[in-house]
DNA sequence: ATATATAGGACAATTATAGTCCTATATGGC
DNA sequence: GCCATATAGGACTATAATTGTCCTATATAT
């Protein structure tokens, strides 16, 4: 897949809206009138939302939904982290029985998790505010061709202890 | 999800064995044993492998697979391109009626765009070699903070062309 | 009180993925 | 030529993930 669930992606569309006027209320329904996505499925991603306090919820009359904080200040990884129900990266680390202790195999997946990290660290990097602007900025994330750290060993090791093959 | 598949997954590994003696021709059945998966599996991975060539079939006894080219110039993106049954990126460039006269909606879909074409650098600067070396090498791929280039505004228009919310 | 909101969980339907199997074709050795 | 061994390609099934919806409970303003 390699792909973003599309609650995710209505996640940062409504989101994406509530960043144009940070201070405001929203209501579910207001916004689901305003991106067209059904009230149901938009209320979805505002309680999920507001359980990782990226959104504050009022509730009764003249209640809805407003941002926690400024959008600048919220990352994109933060985002993904709120909806995705599993963890963060390319690959899973799973445990295919007896596979743990091939060398080869544990060199490809210590190898990925390196690869897992860059993509979460530059995600971690862009925020709500470059999504909704104009160009992104220079404050923005990009990918390019330098030197990856040293491995760290010790994080293998634990790794290793969760179970990962 | 953000995740490639399991496929893609044994794909990567199926190939880091492979790379160890890059010019050796290896059945199916002598892979599947080696890294213990069952064998029609790994002939799946290794038929679609053969179709992007990747990998080299040859029939008949004494036959297998063997890398087409050397694992320094196989990269990571290709070998995602040839297993994921969808084009990559971390976003899919849907057609929600209606949503792509939104200025809101299109501006966040074509930082999206951005964001996707990064990591697919990312992913096409690392190579099979990378993912079996010992630790990565200098070579290898890491995302850091630096300016991105301008939009190109013709990519974009196509983008729209081709019916992307 | 009542209308308007969110909270939280349960549920059904759809879709994607994984894994297996079957038949066809190619090659080397006897 | 015949047989054992390999891959080619597609079909098929079972499982899992995802989506989207709904229901009941709770909170607040008028």
Redesign the pocket.
Known sequence: ?LRI???TD?GTIVLALMARDPLEIY???DIARRINV?L??V??V??TL??ADIVT?????????SLSRLPSTISIAQIIDAIE??PFGLTECTSIAGLCMQENHCRVRANWMRINQSVRIALENLTLGDLVAETVQSTATQIQKVPLPKIDAQKLEENHEHGCS
Chains 1, 2 share one sequence.
């Open positions: 897949m669930s599309k609650l209505y209501s579910a329904t059904a149901p499925t209320g979805k505002l309680k507001a359980r919820a009022t509730r009764g009359s003249h209640g809805g939904y129900e599993q």
